[in-house]
């Protein structure tokens, strides 16, 4: 095992049970390092789908003219990949060197009874870099819900973006709609812009109110401000407010309305960024997303995706009837703290064979029993096989020319193809 694993497994170690989350712990740690978020501008996205595409949309354009942090999860290959300045990881050397200047302190504060989990540690290392290496702006996505959100230790970002509400972290976040809205609201501040992806009435009502009670001034769009030109699987063409025949490889329609988003974004920031409306085209059309509708093989055609919940699934399913194939072939596994019902009810809607497999999370993940029975109830056609990679060349074998192999339902499943096809690696 190299240095870097095991500093690596040292910090996912972190993760054991604790009590009630609160920012106490992150708080403390940061505060010894001279709280290095509160050094640099930020942009905090939150949201439940498209926070990936929208982070990856802002850094290409800002990139262009900024040195500019970016930090995203989870990590597709490696965990130096989560904290990356102008698309480069964060070396193995300078993560091992952060590791070792945190580990006493962490010490200290497990012995008083403030254990910073795996997530916090991951956060407060971005933190510190990005601020060392005075990154001119840092692009930083929220990793579950926004209030407790170990990137929420920030006081005043220079954004607060909001992108699509669904279901979803069930129990954890909320029980419903509005309870999960009310959680990523919490990374609304005070005297802090706030832009929303379009939403339905009442969570725009509640974004509202949120941005009022902290004198926040408030940004959206509507669809009807954008003029499709193109969307097919390999590229989408779009007309936004006085930006004309924007381009984007990332495929599906909400990706269009990701890229309207950032693109409102960057409209207010550009001045303060040194950003033109030629760099947001351009970073725009070369802006990339591992993982979310993405074409790795043809013929049979194999698409991954980290679709697990009922706004992304959705758009799964709207993309995938712009394509023709005979039958579609399902790899599916998915999370219990999912929409996990919806997602399976509609994907066996379309789906001709389901193949089922395990995710490398024993505590949030199904027995693959139990998977078995829920997807049963919706379709007989499911084979259930423990392994992912025997499942994942198993889909592959039974796939005839003109069919679709699609593997989705988790990120962290979608990860290990990736890795295991190469696929992530090629393109990094």
Known sequence: MTDFKIYEEWIHKRDEKKGKHTLENVSKLLAHFGNPQDKIKVIHVAGTNGKGSTCNFLSSVLKRKNKTGLF??????????????????????RFIEYVELFKPVLEKLDKEGYKNTYFEVLTAIMYKYFCD??????????????????????????????????????????????????????????????????KEKNLF????????????????????????????????????????NMETTLIGHHQI???????????????GLNITDEDIRLGIKNAKNPGRIEIISKNPTIIID?????????????????????????????????????????????????????????????????????????????????????AFEYSKTIAKFDDIVLWCGSLYLIREILNYTGEFKNKN
Do not use: C
């Open 133 to 198: 290496e005075k990154v001119d702006v840092a692009v930083v996505e929220v990793g579950m819900g926004g209030t407790l959100d170990s990137t929420n230790i920030i006081k005043k970002p220079i954004a607060s973006v909001i992108t699509t509400i669904s279901m979803d972290h069930i129990g954890i976040l909320g029980n419903t709609i509005e309870e999960i809205a009310r959680n990523k609201a919490g990374i609304i501040k005070e005297d802090s812009p706030v832009f929303l992806y379009p």
């Open 306 to 390: 980290g679709s697990h919940n009922k706004e992304s699934v959705a758009s799964l399913i709207s993309t995938l009837k712009m394509m023709k194939y005979d039958r579609l072939i399902v790899g599916f596994s998915i999370l219990k703290d999912k929409d996990y019902d919806f997602v399976i009810k509609n994907l066996a809607s379309i789906a001709d064979e389901f193949i089922i497999t395990t995710i490398d999370n024993p505590e949030r993940a199904f027995k693959l029993d139990e998977l078995e029975t829920i997807i049963k109830k919706y379709t007989p056609n499911v084979t259930a096989i423990p392994n992912r990679i025997k």
């Open 205 to 244: 009502q509640l974004f509202s109110n949120e941005a009022k009670e902290k004198n926040a001034p408030l940004y959206t769009f509507s669809e009807d401000e954008i003029n499709i030109k193109k969307s097919d699987t390999n590229e989408n063409m779009f007309d936004f407010r006085e930006h004309k």
């Open 72 to 93: 995203i999860s989870p990590y597709m290959d490696t965990m130096t990949e989560s904290i990356t300045i102008n698309g480069v990881k964060i070396p193995e050397e």
């Open 257 to 271: 309305l990701n890229a309207s988003l950032a693109i409102m974004v960057l409209d207010y920031l550009k001045n």
